[in-house]
C-alpha cells in the first residue's frame, strides 16, 4: 500500500511541472544541508586533530598563541636583554596545554554544526569559499568559548602553566599580579585556541571547495562539485 502511495506521488509530480520542481528544490535544500554540515563536521574534525597533535600549536606561526597583556610585554622586554627565557617557557606550555583541549573543541564543533538549518546551507553552497566557516563563527564562537573554558583551565593546571606562571612573575618581579593574571590567561588562551581551531577548519573548507580529491563523499561531489 505505501509503495502504491510513494509511486502515485511521484507520478503526480512527474505530470505536474509545479509539483516536479518543488520536489527536486527540495532534494537539493536536504542535499545542500546535508553537505554543508558533512563539509564543516570534515573540517572541524581535521583542524582540532591537526592542533591536537605535539606543537599543534606552537610550531605554526599563523596559530601559536602569544602571552596576553602584561605578560607579553615583559616577554618582549626581557627577550632584548636574553633574559626572557622563563616567560618563553611559559608561552610554550600554554600552547601545549592548548593541544590537550583539542578533542572537547572537536566535539563541540560537531554539537554546533548539527543545528544549520536549510535555508543557512542554501546561502552558504552559494557563498564565498570560506561562508562555512564564517556562519559557524558567527553562530557559535561566544557559546563555544564559554564551553571551551573549562577544560582550557584544567588543561593550564594540569600542565603546570600556573605554576610556571608565578615562578616566572617572581623573577622579574611581578608576582603581585598572579591572581588577575590567572584568570586573563584562561580567557586569552581560550579565545586563541579557538581563532586556531578557526583557522584551520576555513583552510580546510576552502581545500574542499577547490580540490575535488578533497571531497571524498557521494555528497561532497553532488554538492561542491558543481
Do not use: C
Request: glycine content about 8%; overall charge positive.
Amino acid at each position: 500500500m505505501r509503495r502504491r502511495l510513494v509511486l502515485a506521488g511521484l507520478l503526480a509530480a512527474a505530470a505536474s511541472p509545479a509539483s516536479g520542481q518543488q520536489l527536486l528544490d527540495a532534494l537539493t535544500q536536504r542535499d545542500a544541508s546535508r553537505g554543508v554540515r558533512e563539509a564543516l563536521g570534515l573540517a572541524a574534525m581535521n583542524a582540532t586533530t591537526r592542533l591536537g597533535q605535539r606543537n599543534g600549536f606552537w610550531s605554526d606561526g599563523r596559530v601559536r598563541i602569544p602571552l596576553p597583556g602584561v605578560l607579553g610585554q615583559t616577554q618582549r622586554t626581557l627577550a632584548g636583554f636574553g633574559m626572557s627565557r622563563p616567560l618563553d617557557d611559559l608561552q610554550e606550555n600554554l600552547n601545549h596545554a592548548a593541544e590537550t583541549t583539542m578533542p572537547e573543541a572537536g566535539r563541540l564543533f560537531l554539537n554546533a554544526v548539527r543545528d544549520i538549518t536549510i535555508a543557512d546551507a542554501i546561502d552558504i553552497v552559494r557563498g564565498p569559499e570560506d561562508s562555512a566557516t564564517r556562519y559557524l563563527r558567527g553562530r557559535t564562537q561566544d557559546r563555544l568559548t564559554t564551553l571551551l573554558r573549562p577544560p582550557m583551565t584544567r588543561a593550564l593546571t594540569e600542565s603546570g602553566a600556573f605554576t610556571l606562571m608565578r615562578s616566572a612573575l617572581r623573577e622579574v618581579g611581578l608576582a603581585s599580579m598572579t591572581g588577575n593574571l590567572r584568570t586573563e590567561v584562561i580567557n586569552f588562551s581560550t579565545t586563541k585556541a579557538l581563532d586556531g581551531a578557526f583557522f584551520f577548519i576555513g583552510e580546510e573548507e576552502r581545500a574542499i571547495r577547490r580540490d575535488p580529491l578533497r571531497r571524498t563523499s557521494d555528497i561532497l561531489r553532488r554538492v561542491f562539485g558543481s
